[in-house]
């Protein structure tokens, strides 16, 4: 018997990948929300099912007729702004920005609180710069330091990752935002993980009920005073404030605390005396705000622990 011939080898032809026609109609172009901005509206993602689009075009007009039944000056009351959409990331410049930043704007005391907590955070002078008596704004003078909320600095520095601002304590009017530094705050805290860390005092309690928003609206924190010394609660554990002293100094009249009645429902205190929190924590989002009470007139050595305490929140790994 004669074996049959074998068979020649298959090869396998691939064919060259089509390139996709977006004039087909087949095959659309990434829309806006793949490519990272805000989604303008029905019909833009190719992976929508009819119904979807449906869906949202019906709550689109939802909205817009929920908006029209208030009047003129009840719109646009939540958080109004608009965001900076590019191909900017905090990794890739320039300009670069620093992962921890100090406010030096309206209202620090640059010469007093203000270059105690500089030193105590490990920040420069802009080229080796001294202070003279009366300010340092020659010396701060970097991107280290942030001197508006409503200029070019922060409008890159809030689209950071992982970071930290730190407001000192402020005497006299803080700074009063404008709908576009507030709508930037806002989403720095909400969005991408950073810590707002806001020092003691009335004033500093006021930055915060006027410029800070919430999803819930605005805060009304109620500033109140109470003779320390302040005791540890057991929520300090696993957090970096766990390392701390169990109990904090109140000299004098130096801090100034909130009372805990008027703190959001989701608010967490690590200090406190009485019915007043003098150094708690507000979830924001995937942010948050610390607030610690004391006026850093003097370095008092447990606080000044706490501030660098702190300042490690990002980093710090829980158990």
Not at 2 to 15: D, F, L, S, T
Not at 129 to 144: M, T
Not at 249 to 262: C, D, L, M, N
Request: proline share 8%; aromatic share 10%.
């Amino acid at each position: 018997a004669v074996a049959p011939p074998a068979e020649a080898p298959k090869v396998r032809v691939h064919a060259s990948p089509r390139k996709p026609s977006y004039s087909s109609g087949v095959v659309k172009a990434p829309c806006r929300a793949q490519r990272g901005y805000p989604r303008n509206g029905p019909g833009e993602c190719d992976d929508e099912s009819a119904d979807e689009t449906e869906a949202y075009r019906r709550m689109q007009e939802a909205r817009d007729n929920l908006n029209m039944a208030y009047p003129t000056w009840a719109l646009g009351m939540s958080v109004p702004g608009r965001g900076a959409f590019s191909l900017w990331r905090y990794k890739r410049g320039p300009p670069y920005v620093k992962r921890l930043v100090m406010f030096a704007g309206t209202g620090v005391d640059q010469v007093g609180s203000g270059t105690l907590v500089r030193r105590a955070l490990g920040l420069k002078t802009a080229f080796g710069r001294s202070c003279d008596l009366r300010s340092c704004d020659h010396a701060w003078d970097d991107n280290q330091y942030l001197k508006t909320f409503d200029g070019t600095h922060f409008r890159f520095f809030y689209r950071n990752v992982d970071s930290m601002l730190v407001v000192p304590p402020l005497f006299g009017a803080g700074p009063i935002l404008t709908q576009e530094g507030v709508y930037r705050l806002h989403h720095y805290m909400h969005d991408k993980c950073n810590t707002l860390v806001v020092l003691g005092g009335v004033a500093n309690i006021l930055f915060i009920n006027a410029n800070v928003a919430d999803n819930d609206g605005g805060f009304d924190l109620a500033s109140d005073w109470v003779s320390g010394p302040y005791e540890a609660q057991p929520s300090i554990v696993n957090t970096p404030f766990e390392a701390l002293a169990v109990t904090l100094p109140g000299p004098g009249t130096t801090v100034t605390g909130v009372k805990i009645a008027s703190l959001p429902h989701n608010a967490v205190s690590y200090y406190e005396a009485g019915d007043v929190s003098v150094l708690f924590e507000i979830p924001t989002g995937r942010g948050r705000l610390l607030y610690l009470g004391y006026d850093f007139s003097e370095p008092v050595t447990p606080w000044m622990h706490a501030l660098v305490a702190a300042t490690k929140w990002n980093d710090f790994v829980k158990h």
